[in-house]
Structure formats: structure tokens, C-alpha cells
């Protein structure tokens, strides 16, 4: 939108902009293709020389609505929607890396994306270094190789809930002339926007507060157009040398501060296809209309049942940066001052049996494998989603065995903590 407006009213009024007589509301453009007059018109869409729509695997006029608006809650000038928050990560990644390159990520991200990293992309001849983002400037630079091409992390981890020194990590990545890429998901950017502390790219998993409803699987990636691709050729070829598939076009010279999501739009989504349907975009629409409510009470809650926890004789430790004697409550205060997420992680005395059996007592809370949604919800990393790591890995990545991953939800706080309270008296 050309105003400068809120956060709250890009939320409600941004991406969709309905000309006369068209619908008020974002329609859901369910159509796999467009039609044209001529071959002419169609064959300058696939030679990059037109913007337009010709087939949804690579981009829909309901989904780029959607897009738009998460650029613009972001500051972000371009971006695209994924089938998922995997793909995001994957895409934003495999556009700039490819077999031979290595990138650096913090060790403390959830576990589908440390597998995907560490296993799954090794595979394809992209390595990574996993680094704790705790670590001294020092440390995390000796991890720097000359063929190393992006910093990842994301700002509140899942489900250890680190809180990374956004500004440090972004000044170490572009000492060495690589962009720093932030899944935002946690924070959304309701509560922090990385580009403001130097973030190159941002990522989300949709799926999660920007739905809200747990009702559709999704994905985005940001650009936040501040790297300079030509600055580091060398480091770049994707982006700044001949792509032969479309006519030798070079992304950074064609679209200069839009290069990276054309790359990834024209050549990943065009290859790859996890585009998100246009329904989940569609119901990814409503979800953010209503995030800038939604984040607060998610915060409140969250907070609410965190003191409750850490004063309760069954618990053995509580961790929510909304705390104030949390280790990253500083850090917490500069990123994100309105408050940070509605997940918190504690442990019970007894380990990781006691854990389990806690949470096979909470009637109100669901054990389910999602997170940060309107209903409140509890999952064991250790026995669930990070189950295929080991007991050295888990620990590398922040998460303990007796670690329950807690997602408040928006209902009344009383009722959660009520929740809470029954169950730990029945073990």
C-alpha cells in the first residue's frame, strides 16, 4: 500500500486492492491456468519479459495477494508463498547455495529443519555448520569457509525458545559478504521485524499464528531487498551469471533489488512446485487479519502461565524470555518489547516419564504435533517431533528430554492455568 500505514491496518487492509465492481474481498482464484489473446503474449511470460500469471505452480493472483501483505507487515519489498515453512526454508536456502556450497545455521531450530539441513541437503552436496548462537563473534566466524554463502537462524527457536541476537548475527554474516536469513514464525512480525536489525531474508512457516486456526499448511519467504548480489559475483552465480534455462537472463542485472524472488519464483517454483494452494492462501488471508489481535493475548497468556509454572513445587524449570529473569529477557526487551510468542517450555522433577504422564492429564490442552495456533495445545519434542534425533543432537539443539513444549492459546488464561493445575496434581 502506498501509505505508510500500521501494522494493524496492513493486517486488515493490505495485498488485496479490488478495483470497481470487483469483489470486496479476496477471491480465491481457483484455476491452474490463464488465458491469453496471443502466443506472443504467453511466450514473453515465459521469457521474463511481462509480469503475469500463465499457471499456478508458479505463481496465483490470490496467493501473491497474500504474499504481498507479509511483505509489507515485514518491510520486506517482494515475496512468495510456499506449500509449507520446510519449503520456505528449503527454497530460500537453494536459491543461493548449490552442490559444493556450505552455509552456517544456528543449532537451535526446530528439528525438521535441522534434519533437512543436516542430513537431507548434505546429500545434495550443500553442507552446514551448525553453531551455538550463543557463542562468541569468534567462535561463530571460525566457523566461515571460503565457499559459505548465507547465515540462518530464526528469532525465537522451537522449541528451546532461544532469542537471537538478530543485529550481531546480521553484522558477522555481512563481514563476510553473505546474507543472513531469519525464520521469523515465532515472533511473526507482529511482535519483530528482523530487516529492521539487518536481516537479508526472512522465512515463515504460515502455518502457524499467521493462520492461527490450524486449518492450512503454508509457507513464505521474504526479501527484504538490501543485499547487494553484484557486490559479492563471485559468491552469487545464480544470481549473477547466465541462467541458460531462460535465455541467459541474469536475475541480479534484470531485476536488481527483486532478484532473489524472481530466482526463486521463476526457477525453484518453476522446477521444485510446492506452491501453496490457493484455498490455504486464501484461509491464510483471514488468519492475518486478525494476527495483530491475536499476538497480544497469545503473549499475555503465555506469560500468565509461565509465573504460575515457575512457582509450582512439581515443576523444575520454566523457560519464556517474557520472564524477567529469563537469560534472553534483554535480549527479548530490544527485538521484541511487545512481547514475544505464546510458547513456553518447561520441565517437570522426574524427567522425561514424569513429562509424558502430565501431559496425558490436560483435558483442555490437546496433544497435537502443531504449535502456536488459537487453541491452546502441548507436545514432547524428545518423544514427538524430534524423536529421530539423538540424545547428543537433542542436546545440541537446545532440547532437553524432559523439555514440554507449552503453546497458549487465546482462551481464558484462568481456564489454561485451571488446566495446568489438575494435571499436575494427578501425577
Given at each position: 500500500?502506498?501509505?505508510?500505514y ?6 486488515v487492509?493490505?495485498?488485496w486492492?479490488?478495483?470497481k ?9 481457483q484455476?491452474?491456468t ?15 519479459e ?6 499456478t505452480r ?19 519489498i ?23 556450497d ?8 526446530y ?17 552446514c ?5 550463543d ?42 559478504g ?18 529492521e ?20 499448511v503454508?509457507?513464505?519467504i521474504?526479501?527484504?531487498?538490501n ?6 559475483k ?48 486464501f484461509l ?25 509454572l ?24 530490544k527485538?521484541m518489547?511487545?512481547?514475544?510468542c505464546g510458547?513456553?517450555?518447561f ?10 504422564k ?24 524428545a ?5 529421530q ?24 488464561a ?10 499436575l496434581?494427578?501425577?
Amino acid at each position: 500500500m502506498s501509505e505508510n500505514y500500521r501494522p494493524e491496518t496492513i493486517c486488515v487492509q493490505s495485498g488485496w486492492k479490488p478495483k470497481k465492481g470487483e469483489p470486496r474481498v479476496l477471491p480465491v482464484y481457483q484455476s491452474t491456468t490463464f488465458k491469453y489473446e496471443n502466443s506472443d503474449q504467453m511466450g514473453r511470460l515465459f521469457d521474463l519479459e511481462d509480469a503475469g500469471y500463465f499457471y499456478t505452480r508458479l505463481q496465483n493472483p490470490t496467493n501473491d495477494a497474500v504474499a504481498s501483505k507479509i511483505a509489507e507487515l515485514e518491510g520486506g519489498i517482494a515475496g512468495m508463498l510456499t506449500s509449507s515453512g520446510q519449503a520456505a526454508n528449503y527454497y530460500a536456502i537453494f536459491n543461493i547455495c548449490e552442490a559444493g556450497d556450505h552455509f552456517i545455521c544456528s543449532n537451535s531450530i526446530y528439528g525438521g529443519t535441522f534434519n533437512l539441513f543436516g542430513t537431507t541437503m548434505k546429500k545434495q552436496g550443500i553442507s552446514c555448520t551448525f553453531v551455538n548462537p550463543d557463542a562468541s563473534d569468534e567462535e561463530i566466524e571460525a566457523a566461515f569457509l571460503p565457499n559459505t554463502k548465507a547465515v540462518f537462524a530464526e528469532t525465537i527457536s522451537n522449541p528451546s525458545l532461544v532469542v537471537l541476537d538478530i543485529e550481531r548475527f546480521a553484522q558477522i554474516a555481512h563481514r563476510h559478504g553473505v546474507p543472513l536469513v531469519i525464520d521469523n514464525t515465532f515472533a511473526t512480525p507482529i511482535n519483530c521485524r528482523p530487516f529492521e536489525w539487518g536481516a537479508d531474508i526472512v522465512t515463515h512457516s504460515t502455518t502457524k499464528y499467521m493462520d492461527g486456526h490450524a486449518m492450512s499448511v503454508g509457507g513464505a519467504i521474504i526479501d527484504s531487498g538490501n543485499f547487494d548480489w553484484m557486490a559479492h559475483k563471485e559468491k552469487f552465480p545464480g544470481l549473477t551469471t547466465p541462467d541458460e534455462s531462460y535465455h541467459g537472463i541474469v536475475y541480479a542485472e534484470k531485476f536488481g533489488k527483486m532478484a532473489f524472488i524472481q530466482k526463486a519464483t521463476a526457477q525453484l517454483m518453476r522446477d521444485l512446485g510446492s506452491i501453496q494452494s490457493p484455498q490455504n492462501a486464501f484461509l491464510l488471508n483471514v488468519g492475518l487479519e486478525t494476527l495483530h489481535l491475536r499476538m497480544p493475548r497469545h503473549c499475555e497468556n503465555a506469560k500468565k502461565a509461565a509465573e504460575y509454572l515457575k512457582k509450582h513445587e512439581k515443576v523444575a524449570w520454566v523457560n519464556y524470555a517474557g520472564l524477567s529473569d529469563n537469560k534472553y529477557y534483554k535480549l527479548a526487551e530490544k527485538y521484541m518489547p511487545g512481547g514475544t510468542c505464546g510458547v513456553i517450555s518447561f520441565g517437570l522433577k522426574g524427567g522425561r516419564d514424569v513429562s509424558v504422564k502430565f501431559m496425558d492429564r490436560l483435558k483442555l490442552a490437546a496433544i497435537v504435533t502443531h504449535v502456536a495456533d488459537a487453541r491452546t495445545c502441548v507436545l514432547h519434542p524428545a518423544s514427538h517431533t524430534h524423536r529421530q534425533m539423538t540424545d547428543e543432537q537433542l542436546m545440541e539443539a537446545g532440547v532437553a528430554p524432559d523439555l514440554i513444549r507449552f503453546s497458549v492459546g487465546i482462551e481464558n488464561a484462568e481456564d489454561i492455568i485451571a488446566d495446568l493445575e489438575q494435571a499436575l496434581a494427578a501425577i
